[in-house]
């Protein structure tokens, strides 16, 4: 069984930090998506990652597939209140099913 | 284009009634995914479809569950003498193919409430 960690599970900071999350795996992924989800609404894609060692921006979020394609890490700069919300990531199985993890949940205080 | 849609948001049932859970995926895609969140949790895989097949249901409760997607018309989610412990979010996904790299696109889920 393929299983996904994720950690810190719990993350409190101050607006302005900056902050890592990370993604765990023993097996190997083809591709790796990470999502933000709000309370009371559905998972928002963020990226998606797909090649061994990648590295995607996205405005102050900096995503990193490791070379191996089994753990990935999301780096936020100067964390804002609205950043808040739960990060998942997710493994694709080569097109088999989408593994998920169980989330970071990142609370950014003003 | 619209995203992958769900009904209803808000669904309470009585223990013993049935729940019938609807998503419509994004125009184009042909893949629909369904799963379970609780309360503070992450999300559990429970069916992967195709048009007119079950492709995974690993994560199909093995009894009063059970997920179609017809030629047309919607996915249904159908849970029978729903339970408490069915409480739940349930969240439908969409993509369109399988080849190599696809993303997943959610449903803002539907929210079940057994009483």
């Known amino acids: 069984t393929q299983l996904l960690e994720q950690s810190p599970q719990f993350l409190s900071i101050q607006e302005g930090e900056n902050l890592t999350v990370y993604c765990n795996s023993s097996s190997v992924f083809s591709s790796l998506q990470w999502y933000r989800q709000e309370p009371g609404e559905g998972p928002v894609l963020l990226v998606t990652?797909?090649?061994?060692?990648e590295v995607k921006k996205l405005k102050r979020l900096t995503f990193q597939f490791g070379d191996a394609r089994k753990d990935s890490s999301l780096h936020i700069t100067a964390a804002q209140p609205g950043d808040t919300g739960l990060y998942l990531c997710?493994?694709?199985?080569?097109?088999?099913?989408?593994?998920f993890g169980p989330g970071t949940r990142l609370s950014v205080l003003p | 284009n619209a995203g992958v849609m769900q009904n209803p948001r808000h669904l309470v049932r009585r223990r013993g009634q049935e729940a019938r859970l609807r998503c419509s995926p994004m125009k184009g895609h042909s893949h629909v995914y369904w799963y379970r969140q609780l309360p503070e949790e992450g999300l559990k895989f429970m069916v992967y479809?195709?048009?007119?097949?079950?492709?995974?249901e690993s994560g199909m409760p093995k009894e009063r569950f059970s997920a179609e997607f017809p030629k047309e018309g919607p996915s249904i989610l159908r849970i029978q003498q729903v339970v408490r412990g069915d409480s739940a979010a349930y969240f439908c996904?969409?993509?369109?193919?399988?080849?190599?790299?696809?993303?997943?696109?959610f449903g803002p889920g539907t929210r079940l409430t057994v009483l």
């Open positions: 990652v797909v090649t061994g060692g």
């Open positions: 996904a969409s993509s369109p193919d399988r080849q190599g790299g696809n993303e997943q696109f």
């Open positions: 479809l195709q048009k007119e097949n079950i492709i995974d």
């Open positions: 997710a493994g694709d199985n080569y097109g088999q099913n989408f593994v």
